[in-house]
């Protein structure tokens, strides 16, 4: 039993490239959830997934896009990365309220 | 939208004492509120959370606090130990259609000295 499981964990992209951030969940959760945390400032939602087959915006969806693949995984993705996408994503999954966090990736645009 | 204020976003402390981090909201209608522990490298733990049906709840040396009517809550530490230091995070849930979300605080750097 995994629990959240990201790949890759660092990433260095140059502007303008492209590139997926995939999570998978062993927890049969309904929801899922993508995060950025950048320091001072918490955690942002940028994307959820209530069930399959639906997606949503969260509070800073700008330059995302997301595909809710199938029950257990939930795909990020930036098609042309900047700068200001250099952060650390987290992945998440819930049933009811609890969220279970995947372990991160440390992406960086150069 | 819900607003979560956190403070301090930095604490020093010495083994053995108590550390106590409180948190603020702006949405009354915020029902559930998590705390989270995060270790350097790692991704965010769930170390406790209560629901606005309770005042306080407690689990060994944690302890969280609700105040309803004044919209703040709290997470006490007692007995702090090395371990214990890493970022901590508090978080309300609303709800969002068919899901809940949650909106984290800033996050509070937590360092106890041996």
């Known amino acids: 039993n995994a629990g959240v499981t990201q790949t890759p964990k660092f990433q260095v992209l140059k502007t303008g490239q492209s590139m997926t951030l995939q999570c998978a969940q062993d927890?049969?959760?309904?929801?899922m959830y993508w995060y950025r945390q950048d320091p001072g400032m918490g955690l942002r939602l940028i994307y959820y997934s209530a069930s399959e087959g639906t997606t949503d915006k969260g509070e800073v969806p700008n330059g995302y896009n997301v595909s809710r693949l199938n029950k257990r995984e939930f795909s990020l993705r930036l098609e042309s990365a900047a700068p200001s996408q250099t952060s650390v994503y987290f992945c998440?999954?819930?049933?009811?309220?609890?969220?279970?966090f995947g372990s991160g990736t440390r992406l960086t645009v150069v | 939208g819900e607003n979560v204020e956190q403070h301090p976003s930095t604490l020093s402390v010495q083994e053995g004492d108590s550390a106590v981090i409180k948190c603020t909201y702006s949405?009354?209608?915020?029902?559930?509120f998590p705390w989270y522990k995060q270790e350097l490298g790692k991704g965010p733990q769930l170390i406790i959370d209560i629901r606005s049906n309770v005042g306080e709840k407690k689990d060994q040396r944690i302890a969280v606090t609700l105040n309803k009517t004044a919209k703040h809550f709290s997470l006490h530490i007692t007995e702090t130990q090395p371990e214990d230091s890493a970022v901590y995070f508090c978080a309300a849930s609303i709800r969002d259609g068919a899901t809940n979300k949650l909106i984290f605080g800033t996050g509070t750097l937590l360092a106890v000295q041996p």
């Open positions: 998440a999954s819930s049933e009811r309220r609890t969220e279970a």
């Open positions: 949405d009354s209608a915020s029902n559930y």
């Open positions: 927890m049969n959760h309904n929801s």
